[in-house]
């Protein structure tokens, strides 16, 4: 398996347009998560989904963001619209049991997001 | 609030010696405890865990050390190698509690000179 899939790599967008990030879980998790990353707040969940289906959206900083799963392979996060406090680094993991021996989260390699 | 606490952003370490990085945390329901490494323009790797149970796990250079009634846990790698430069975030959970998300702290950058 090519592991947790991101893209884009680096996105650079102005402020008040619509970023959407993408992600594609490894094959077989029934569980997919998305973090943000900055110096000040580390890295922070956002939302996790099992089975598809949204589990905890607590972390979603406002109704700017919005996340789905419309199947197994595929999630999405948008921003809309965006402002230059989200520029960060985010993350999309996957994992077959979270938190359970053996069934750690594999992460994807990041989408830097730089809102201007 | 942090729930999970790491006071050090950085330490170097001479290559050979031993790096021990730490972690605190506040939630007394955390009952699983993970190491992560990431290098820079990655994403964070798994690296060794253990559960509230036990109070060692050991993994070749790498042993993960817990003391539950201290609410701290430390990973030790011996001996430190450069290729070990990273940054290492420590996580928890409540897998009891079946929630399903882990809690990071904000890293330790260690760095191993040669």
């Known amino acids: 398996d090519a592991g947790v899939i991101q893209s884009p790599r680096h996105e650079v967008t102005e402020m008040g347009q619509e970023v959407t990030l993408r992600c594609k879980p490894i094959s077989g998790h029934d569980y997919l998560f998305w973090y943000r990353q900055t110096m000040m707040r580390g890295l922070e969940l956002l939302i996790y989904f099992n089975n598809n289906v949204p589990i905890d959206d607590s972390g979603m900083p406002e109704d700017r963001f919005s996340a789905k799963m419309p199947n197994a392979s595929f999630s999405n996060l948008k921003i809309q619209p965006s402002e230059p406090r989200d520029s960060a680094v985010y993350f999309c993991?996957?994992?077959?049991?979270?938190?359970?021996?053996?069934?750690?989260?594999?992460f994807g390699p990041g989408t830097r997001l730089t809102v201007l | 609030d942090q729930q999970v606490k790491q006071n050090s952003p950085s330490l170097s370490v001479q290559e050979g010696r031993i790096s021990i990085l730490n972690c605190d945390y506040t939630?007394?329901?955390?009952?699983?405890f993970l190491w992560y490494k990431k290098y820079p323009a990655e994403g964070p790797t798994f690296l060794i865990s253990?559960?509230?149970?036990?109070d060692k796990n050991e993994d070749g250079r790498f042993t993960v050390f817990l003391n539950k009634s201290a609410k701290h846990l430390s990973l030790h790698i011996v001996p430190s190698q450069p290729g070990d430069s990273a940054v290492y975030f420590c996580a928890a959970s409540n897998v009891g509690g079946s929630q399903g998300n882990l809690i990071f702290g904000k890293g330790t950058k260690l760095s191993v000179k040669p």
């Open positions: 993991a996957s994992s077959l049991r979270p938190g359970t021996s053996g069934d750690e989260q594999f």
């Open positions: 939630n007394s329901m955390f009952d699983y």
């Open positions: 253990i559960s509230s149970i036990k």
